[in-house]
């Protein structure tokens, strides 16, 4: 399930300023509530149940990335091998079949500086035009936008497969980035969150004072788009960093795998004939490649929960 | 095309036109022009091609030849394409109920504001949506093991018998779980936010009428985020039908249970990729987008209507 539509946001956005005072004033009188409800152990424990589930998984992951390939099987998967083999599992990993990981990792950036970073550059454009102007066919591009969500990414993928083989574009990194640009859950995020981030006010004093258009944007709206920003940017990193299905469509050639398409290849060798059975470096690999995403959910927390509760806030 | 408008956002209400005519200008064009065309280029223009496509058959004798609906008429009675449908409706009418139901509980008791360390909790729980489907799977993949994987491991410690999850009558319900795994925290984070925003004086009213907490939540809490909850459904939904990278993932583990046409996106791809029926496949990828936006329009109004 690698849906293009990465999250959504409930509700729709209030297009005056007058609803979007409240939601700061909400926030507010959450924090100061009074008559604090009084915490439940029982309610802990059974929520406890679920972390367990959505946790271990990942715990069993970091524990057998220690494992030798002969480790994985002797041993018992919930605790360490006798054999301590992280560092050789990492080192081995990067410099398999001459370093091809080092290869699937810069192409993963690549994909997501290229995709992600322009997605959310033409989400945080697109939205802060929606927001703050009125302009012919805007109602049009709205409905498409989002009708277009709803369409399964299957009916576009073998169309766009050829479509980008007869441009000659199969195979290489451009077939990965350009379908990658579009994010209609950012633009619609951005839409909202400049509807209410920028006053329009702020706007109009800039213009009287003779700033340009291109101006305007860059040094009074896109200050206050930052959270915005960030909270688009993370979304579709984790959707470029985490795609599978287009770049399996879109790629032959292992030198322009992300490492998702290269961790499945990896997986995948052991079973074909005279395959290296490589199952510690597929493990060790799949560890190094989620850390660098659950480090940034977890640092920019604060960012991304704003964003997304600026998100919802008009029910 | 427009399924999804009203419960993402209502029409944008027209903005008071009389006084801000001049506002009415192409500028707006100057910033949202890039995200249009590349709109047009990766969405609007492989729907009409993929359209163009189904119209034709590619034969050995004669070439490619205007064949009208007969693509259609083909996927139609084609028993291959209606058991791949049956089993993602299937995955839907159970998996998705799972996972909106743990999600919204968790959301409910992190809103209760009566759990221990909550910050904890919505971040744990939301983590393993920036785990890509393909670790997803492999790690799952690993566990499900009954020789070398966690399966295994229990039955040996304890003398269990668990059966394989790879199997053919369970690995649709092992891949359930992958998906369950994926989604439970993107989902709990979708009604939390929601919940988060419910106007505090409703609850004062409601706490001086004397209601209790279950009270609160089905009177107050369920109602205000209907919104969230239709949203959540459809997008479910949405991913239900195109189900394709964990059975595809999986295969190598399962070949005997995981068929290439295991579900109608698998499909597709078989078709394209290894059978080289392109304008069969676009023909079947249309049909499942069709089937895919008449019940996400379905749930919508009827969730829309209830209660409302």
């Keep these: ?315 | 095309m427009t399924t999804l408008q009203p419960p993402v956002a209502a029409e944008p209400r027209p903005a008071p036109p009389p006084a801000r005519r001049d506002r009415r200008s192409w500028t707006g064009w100057g910033f949202i022009g890039p995200f249009v065309a590349v709109f047009a280029l990766v969405f609007l223009a492989p729907i009409v091609y993929s359209i163009y496509l189904s119209l034709f058959r590619d034969q050995l004798i004669g070439g490619t030849t205007f064949v009208g609906f007969d693509n259609y008429e083909q996927a139609l009675q084609d028993d291959r394409f209606w058991a791949a449908l049956g089993r993602v409706a299937l995955f839907l009418c159970i998996q998705v109920p799972i996972m909106l139901g743990i999600a919204l509980l968790v959301a409910l008791a992190l809103d209760s504001g009566r759990l221990y360390g909550k910050s904890f909790f919505r971040i744990t729980i939301f983590l393993p949506y920036a785990v890509p489907a393909v670790v997803a799977t492999l790690m799952w993949g690993f566990m499900y093991g009954t020789k070398y994987g966690l399966v295994g491991d229990f039955n040996s410690a304890f003398g269990w018998s668990l059966p394989d999850p790879l199997s053919p009558d369970l690995v649709l319900a092992s891949i359930g779980n992958i998906v369950t795994w994926e989604f439970v925290g993107y989902n709990m984070l979708i009604f939390y936010s929601a919940l988060r925003v419910i106007p505090h004086s409703l609850y004062e009213a409601a706490e001086i009428d004397g209601a209790g907490q279950w009270r609160v939540v089905t009177a107050i809490k369920l109602p205000a985020i209907r919104g969230a909850l239709v949203i959540a459904t459809i997008f479910s939904i949405i991913g239900s039908f195109q189900l394709f990278n964990e059975p595809n993932i999986l295969r190598p583990l399962a070949r005997n249970a995981i068929t290439t046409d295991y579900t109608p996106n698998f499909y597709t791809y078989s078709l394209s990729f290894s059978g080289q029926q392109h304008n069969y496949s676009a023909t079947v990828a249309i049909i499942m987008g069709l089937i895919t936006m008449v019940v996400a329009y379905l749930v919508q109004l009827r969730g829309m209507r209830k209660g409302a």
Excluded: C
């Excluded at chain 1, 297009?15 to 008559?35: N, Q, T, V, W, Y």
């Excluded at chain 1, 009084?38 to 990942?58: D, E, I, M």
């Excluded at chain 1, 990965?176 to 619609?188: A, H, N, Q």
């Design chain 1, 1 to 315: 399930m690698s849906t293009p539509v990465t999250t959504s946001v409930p509700a729709a956005p209030a297009e005056d300023s007058g609803r979007a005072k409240s939601a700061p004033r909400l926030r507010r009188a959450k924090a100061h509530r009074p008559g604090r409800p009084k915490r439940s152990k029982l309610l802990t424990a059974l929520t406890s149940l679920v972390v367990l589930y959505t946790v271990a998984p990942l715990i069993w992951l970091a524990v057998n990335a220690t494992k030798t390939q002969s480790g994985l099987g002797d041993s018992n998967g919930l605790w360490f091998a006798d054999d301590f083999a992280l560092w050789d599992n990492i080192h081995d990993t990067f410099t398999y079949h001459d370093g091809v990981f080092t290869r699937w990792l810069l192409n993963t950036l690549l994909y997501v500086v290229l995709g992600a970073g322009g997605a959310t550059l033409l989400a945080v454009l697109g939205g802060y035009a929606l927001a703050k102007f009125d302009f012919p066919g805007k109602r049009g591009i709205f409905a498409t936008v989002i009708g277009a969500v709803a369409v399964p990414g299957t009916a576009l993928a073998v169309p766009t497969f050829l479509m980008f083989s007869k441009m000659g574009l199969t195979d290489t990194p451009w077939a990965v980035v350009i379908p990658s640009l579009v994010s209609p859950f950012g633009l619609y995020l951005m839409w909202v969150f400049a509807t209410e981030a920028i006053p329009t006010e702020l706007l109009e004093a800039a213009r009287m004072d003779g700033a340009s258009e291109a101006r305007t944007f860059f040094q009074v709206a896109l200050p206050l788009l930052a959270p915005g920003i960030v909270t688009v940017l993370l979304f579709t990193t984790v959707a470029t960093w985490n795609n599978y299905f287009l770049p399996l469509i879109m790629l032959k050639d292992p030198e322009w795998y992300p490492l998702t398409l290269g961790l499945s290849a990896w997986n995948s060798q052991a079973e074909t004939v005279g395959g290296e059975v490589i199952f510690n470096l597929v493990i060790t690999g799949s560890l190094i490649t989620i850390l660098p995403l659950i480090a940034a959910f977890l640092f920019l927390q604060k960012y991304w929960q704003s964003g997304l509760a600026a998100g919802s806030v008009k029910e």
